[in-house]
Structure formats: C-alpha cells, structure tokens
C-alpha cells in the first residue's frame, strides 16, 4: 500500500514563503516523475511544477521564478519551495507521485492573504 504525507501548508501574507513536503512510502517502485497540482476554488487542477528522474523541471508560467521544485530520492520525498507568494496562489495543493501507476496525495491547503 502507497501513502504520501504532504505537509507545510499554511496561512502567509502576500510576498511571504512557504515549504511543501510530501513524502511517499510503501510498496512504491520505479518513480519516473513528482510533482505538485493545486486546485482553487471553481478551477480545475493545474500542474504546478514536476521533477522527473533525470532531474529536469517543468513549471507553470504562472510561477516560474518564485517556485522551486526538489526531490531527495533517498528519502523519497519531494519539495516545493513557494516565495513571493500572491493571492492568487491560494488553492489546495496536491502532490502526485508517477511510478507504475499515479498516486496523489491528500492535498494541502495553502492560503495567501493580501
């Protein structure tokens, strides 16, 4: 059974900084891809950023410059550095995990107060 733990969501002003962390575990092998999707209210989920195995990064324009995305392979864990946040990054964040199969996590709540 595969479980992700996603933590560091939270409420920050406008220009503040938040971590994201998800960590899978279990029976989890061949992971090609990690990555984070958010969802705000009345939208559809969107990719945010990933990291694929070779350790290329792909990101959202909307964030590009402001988000970093980091995995410890060892720990199977990925991370999700978000700075000058804006209101408009307030949604639930999702971390989702591509092995054989796609895994997501429970989702995260972050909030950007203006």
């Known amino acids: 059974q595969v479980q992700l733990v996603e933590s560091g969501g939270g409420l920050v002003q406008a220009g503040g900084s938040l971590r994201l962390s998800c960590a899978a575990s279990?029976?989890?092998?061949?992971?090609?891809?990690m990555g984070w999707y958010r969802q705000a209210p009345g939208k559809q989920r969107e990719l945010v950023a990933v990291?694929?195995?070779?350790?290329?990064?792909i990101y959202a324009d909307s964030v590009k410059g402001r988000f970093t995305i980091s995995r410890d392979n060892a720990k199977n864990t990925v991370y999700l550095q978000m700075d000058t946040l804006k209101p408009e990054d307030t949604a639930v964040y999702y971390c989702?995990?591509?092995?054989?199969?796609?895994?997501w996590g429970q989702g995260t709540q972050v909030t950007v107060s203006s």
């Open positions: 989702k995990v591509q092995a054989t199969k796609g895994y």
């Open positions: 279990g029976s989890i092998f061949s992971i090609t891809a």
């Open positions: 990291i694929i195995s070779g350790g290329s990064t």
